[in-house]
């Protein structure tokens, strides 16, 4: 049976909403920023797939340090589209889902660095 990997899940499952967030963006005739969104919301989960493949315990750390800035970079532009009102969408569940992952990779990295 296959262990359970609670960020894997969630950075998937938040790739999903992102994308369903960008056709949306897209229907309103955003085009530059949906596209920023896209992008940073979506590595989020690719870098956590390929933290699962590393070599090491530092190349793990370095990893998920890179997923935890693109996750806070994701954060910014959900926040800038909040407060720009540049499309009509509600960014709650989407800020909640950003800060959710935002502590569980908090939590990793500082663990991951106290064992390094």
């Not at 989960?45 to 935890?68: L, P, Q, R, Y």
């Not at 889902?97 to 500082?110: F, G």
Request: aromatic share 6%.
């Amino acid at each position: 049976m296959k262990k359970e990997n609670v960020i894997l899940d969630k950075s998937f499952d938040f790739a999903l909403s992102i994308i369903e967030l960008y056709k949306k963006m897209i229907e309103q005739k955003e085009y530059i920023l949906s596209k920023q969104i896209l992008r940073s919301g979506t590595s989020i989960g690719a870098n956590v797939e390929e933290s699962t493949a590393a070599i090491s315990k530092k190349d793990f750390t370095a990893k998920m340090s890179i997923v935890s800035k693109e996750a806070r970079e994701t954060r910014y532009w959900i926040r800038l589209l909040e407060k720009s009102k540049l499309v009509n969408i509600d960014f709650n569940s989407h800020l909640n889902d950003i800060e959710q992952l935002i502590n569980i990779l908090t939590a990793i990295v500082k663990t991951s660095q106290s064992k390094a």
